[in-house]
């Protein structure tokens, strides 16, 4: 893997940094604080991001950075044969392959990226960076940790974790046999409870067939029984019926006789009104025409009411039509009015709209002016807070006490850094102070913001007004559309009336009406009484008839019920006979129940029987089945107990393993360092470095030689994480590694990566310390800008002298 550009957008500190990658030694210097780690860990957020962020997601934009910001870290770089570029934000991302989007999702191209490098974002930490203070990774460490982190940066914690799930079933086995135990039944229970349940079995199989063959006895008895018995009830119902058909004549003879007695009472009455009749012929006789008469009148009547009520209708529609052409005449001008009124409001709308967006500007305008001085100052202060503790810290530490950050004395920069940070809090002091005065400005609201607010409100009346005068006159002009309409319908109607009045018939007389009405009024009663008599006359000849087909109706009647009564005896039923036979079905029948109850009862003793038998057959078979698993689960538990200790042996192995191979790749390290002066390392038992001379451990080794062996072995942990990765290992980025090395030492250990140089292409060395400039083929210059609250980078590579003739030999 080699880097090739890297570009942050509000990423931490860094408002827009683009830096671009070479071959050789490049140094990125600058103070602490500057942002030099941020680079690293934008690099590794652009590849995996969120995991490999410090803090939360919201904690990486930029504190100055406007709430919606893009966040954005561009990161291009070569790996085998194609080129990569991966472009990363907050909530999206991009990665190209050669020029060609190959994933467009945050989670799509992490996983991508992690498939291509072979390596988790733990694993490329590992590989490819070595932190502060991690040069000497082994050293201070005890032998569980030195094996711990091996295992750890190697993966050999996967044997673990499947050691532990093979302990977790092994156990769950355990239990398992042992609950299955616990619940066997004894077999000798069993074998006595299975007897018991065949023997019950053969009981209710004697009693069962004993209960069949009582039930068919008692079956042939109730047949034998049966036909006498329906002959009985058959003969009873014949009687019953006879007896009730007999009941029914005997009421019809009454009702006939009754009936007779009726029709020949009429008939004599029918004979005298008709004789009543012939007397009252001539008083009758003028009634006809006296009816016909009144009726006429009567229509005449109706139809003088119906004249008087439309003569007054038409009066009513002749008032409300003139009322509705004086209102039509009222609300002629409203139509005119309106179109104005209309235009006048449309125009005070869009002056009501600009004054809106004006005072809406400034009131945003204000109100934003606000947030950023609260913003500005609440960073201010949390930022002189910071500062603060760490110039109170390097103050009191003076300049023997060493820095907080790589452990080093300060010596004749302890002034210098004072100055920077002393600078560093005036200048926050004075923007602080500008910020304050900013915000009780602002805490009154601007004469700029009340003009237009009351220009607004003023406008806002006078558009109420206009839409209040709009719609008076848009219901006035709907008014006479609808007055139109109704006098239209009006002066229909009044068309209608006056032809329905120019066609009713005159003539009426209201005294004759009276004077035939009270003649029929008079002549009433007598009507009445013709009426009656003649309805009662009529019926003369019916009755004749009718009387003669009843007196013929009454003898038949009679001559049905001495015929029911003859059937009747014929039947001969006796009450105590029927009773007796009731008494020997009755019987028979409640003989038979009482068997088929016992067959029942039987059959179910039966099913019982047969069901405890299965189910004894069941429990031998569930038992036969429970100890074959048993011994299963016995035999599966032996090859877990086999299996755990076989990861034992094999983690061991490894742990062995481990050793020699971290020694030989350490080895090839060391042996083109010294230039094969020594050319052998070993891991002790306790993971400790020792370095061999011909063979030999040496003792005691300079810190030099301690520096070379550190850095060689943390070389071989990475080549080796690399090689099981599949990915050549050509990048090296150590950050902060010099630690309390002095000038030597460290121009030493930039002479060991320069020699490193074809192994190592590429080398990304971040430090504070100027010194070793003059050791790197690039420089990335890293400063804090106060003012802006920003990291500024720059590239110095320009300003580097010929190569130390100590660095590069």
Not at 202 to 216: L, S
Not at 238 to 256: C, I, K, M, N
Not at 523 to 535: D, I, T, Y
Not at 708 to 717: G, Q, Y
Request: glycine content about 6%.
């Amino acid at each position: 893997m080699k880097l090739h550009r890297l570009r942050l957008v509000n990423f931490r500190q860094h408002a827009d940094t683009e830096i671009v990658f070479g071959d050789g030694i490049t140094g990125i210097i600058g103070p602490n604080g500057s942002g030099k780690t941020s680079l690293l860990e934008a690099i590794a957020w652009a590849i995996y991001g969120n995991p490999a962020a410090r803090g939360d997601k919201d904690s990486i934009r930029n504190l100055r950075a406007k709430a919606r910001a893009p966040v954005r870290v561009e990161l291009e770089f070569g790996l085998g044969s194609h080129a990569y570029r991966v472009d990363r934000g907050l909530n999206n991302a991009e990665l190209y392959q050669d020029g060609v989007v190959v994933a467009n999702s945050l989670k799509e191209v992490t996983g991508r990226l992690q498939r291509v490098l072979g390596m988790t974002h733990a694993e490329f930490f590992n590989t490819y960076f070595t932190g502060q203070k991690e040069l000497a990774v082994l050293a201070d460490a005890s032998r569980p940790e030195r094996a711990a982190f091996l295992s750890r940066v190697l993966r050999h914690e996967q044997l673990t974790l499947a050691q532990e799930r093979i302990r977790e079933r092994r156990n769950a086995l355990g239990h398992e046999v042992d609950g299955l135990e616990t619940g066997l039944p004894p077999q000798a229970e069993l074998e006595k409870e299975r007897k018991t349940a065949e023997s019950r079995l053969a009981e209710a199989r004697k009693a069962a067939t004993a209960a069949t063959a009582e039930r068919t006895k008692t079956q042939q008895a109730l047949a034998e029984e049966e036909p006498r018995w329906q002959q009985w009830v058959e003969r009873r119902e014949r009687t019953l019926s006879l007896h009730g058909d007999l009941r029914v004549a005997e009421q019809g003879v009454v009702v006939a006789r009754q009936e007779f007695q009726r029709l020949d009472k009429e008939l004599a009455e029918a004979l005298a009104a008709r004789e009543e009749l012939r007397k009252l012929e001539g008083e009758v006789a003028p009634i006809s025409k006296l009816k016909a008469e009144l009726a006429e009148l009567e229509r005449l009547h109706r139809e003088d009411a119906a004249r008087r009520e439309e003569q007054a209708k038409l009066t009513e529609l002749t008032r409300n039509l003139n009322v509705l052409d004086r209102r039509m005449a009222e609300l002629g001008e409203a139509e005119a009015a309106l179109e104005r009124a209309s235009k006048e409001a449309q125009a005070l709308a869009r002056r009501l709209e600009a004054a809106d967006k004006v005072a809406g500007e400034q009131q945003a305008a204000w109100v934003r002016e606000k947030e950023y001085a609260n913003t500005r100052r609440a960073e201010l202060l949390k930022q002189h807070e910071e500062v603060k503790d760490q110039r109170d810290k390097i103050e009191r530490l003076g300049p023997e006490g060493q820095c907080p950050t790589c452990l080093r004395p300060l010596g004749a920069e302890h002034r210098a850094v004072l100055d920077v940070l002393n600078n560093q809090l005036e200048v926050i002091v004075t923007d602080g102070t500008y910020f304050k005065q900013r915000i009780e400005q602002l805490a009154t609201t601007p004469v700029a913001v009340t003009e237009a607010e009351a220009a607004r409100d003023a406008l806002r009346e006078e558009v109420r007004q206009a839409s209040e005068r709009e719609v008076t006159l848009r219901e006035q002009t709907r008014e006479r559309a609808r007055l139109r309409k109704e006098y239209a319908g009006l002066a229909k109607r009044t068309e209608e009336i006056e032809r329905r009045v120019a066609a009713r018939d005159t003539g009426y007389n209201a005294e004759h009406h009276n004077a035939v009405r009270t003649e029929l009024a008079r002549l009433e009663p007598v009507a009445l009484q013709a009426a009656a008599l003649s309805a009662r006359a009529d019926r003369a000849e019916a009755l004749v008839g009718e009387a003669e087909i009843a007196e013929k109706g009454l003898s038949a009647r009679e001559e049905h019920v001495r015929q029911l009564a003859d059937a009747v005896k014929a039947e001969g039923f006796s009450e105590p006979k029927f009773q007796a036979a009731r008494e020997r079905h009755d019987r028979a029948a409640h003989a038979l129940r009482a068997a088929e109850l016992a067959v029942a009862e039987t059959r179910g003793e039966l099913v019982a029987a047969e069901s405890a038998v299965r189910e004894i057959e069941r429990r031998v078979t569930e038992r036969a089945a429970r100890e074959r698993t048993i011994a299963e689960r016995k035999i599966e538990q032996r090859l877990h107990n086999e299996l755990d200790r076989a990861f034992s042996d094999l983690r061991a192995e490894l742990n062995a393993a481990m050793r020699p191979e971290i020694s030989a790749l350490a080895s090839g390290f060391l042996s083109d360092l010294t230039d094969a002066r020594y050319d052998e390392v070993d891991l002790d038992e306790d993971y400790r470095v020792v370095v061999l001379d011909e063979g030999v451990p040496k003792p005691v080794i300079s810190g030099g030689e301690e520096d070379i062996a550190n850095l060689v072995l943390r070389l071989a942990i990475s080549q080796m994480i690399a090689e099981r990765a599949g990915q050549p290992l050509s990048l090296l980025v150590l950050d902060e590694i010099f630690g309390s090395l002095d000038e030597s030492r460290r121009q030493h250990v930039l002479a060991l990566l320069r020699r490193l140089g074809d192994r190592f292409p590429q080398v990304i060395l971040i430090t504070h310390i100027e010194q070793v400039r003059d050791g790197l083929d690039r420089i990335i210059r890293v400063a804090y800008d106060a003012t802006t609250g920003t990291s500024v980078v720059r590239d110095d590579t320009a300003t580097l002298g010929p190569p130390d003739a100590s660095v590069a030999a």
